[in-house]
């Protein structure tokens, strides 16, 4: 079973940068796939980014192409979210989340372990 802590969530204004970070336990890290998604009021959770089991591979959704960056560190069991250019379309609770082996798609069904979520709030 693995546990998923995120933290670094906050309000920050348009175009500034904010860092989530997610800490994991209970399972071997390096055995899984780590994504982030996020949900805002009203809506349904929506994928954000993806990260392959060694680091090799990432995925993004196309509103934060090119703005937000996944990585992760095997040998402290943390994946992180580096935001920039932040927009108010990205206020939202942003959720950690694993799955043991390849990345499946990007459906949240497909995801088998999941964070409390970090409440993210972009003032314009």
């Known amino acids: 079973q693995v546990q998923l802590v995120e933290s670094g969530g906050g309000v920050v204004q348009a175009g500034g940068s904010l860092r989530l970070s997610c800490a994991a336990s209970?399972?071997?890290?390096?055995?899984?796939?780590m994504g982030w998604f996020r949900q805002a009021p009203g809506k349904e959770r929506e994928f954000v980014s993806a990260?392959?089991?060694?680091?090799?591979?990432?995925t993004y959704a196309d509103s934060v192409q090119g703005r937000f960056m996944i990585s992760r560190d095997n040998a402290k069991n943390t994946v992180s979210l580096q935001m920039n250019s932040l927009k108010p379309e990205d206020t939202a609770v942003y959720y950690c989340?694993?799955?043991?082996?390849?990345?499946?798609?990007?459906?949240?069904?497909?995801?088998?372990?999941w964070g409390q979520g970090t409440q993210v709030t972009v003032s314009s």
């Open positions: 209970g399972g071997t890290f390096s055995n899984h796939g």
């Open positions: 989340a694993a799955v043991a082996g390849a990345i499946p798609s990007r459906a949240p069904s497909q995801w088998a372990y």
């Open positions: 990260i392959t089991r060694n680091g090799g591979g990432t």
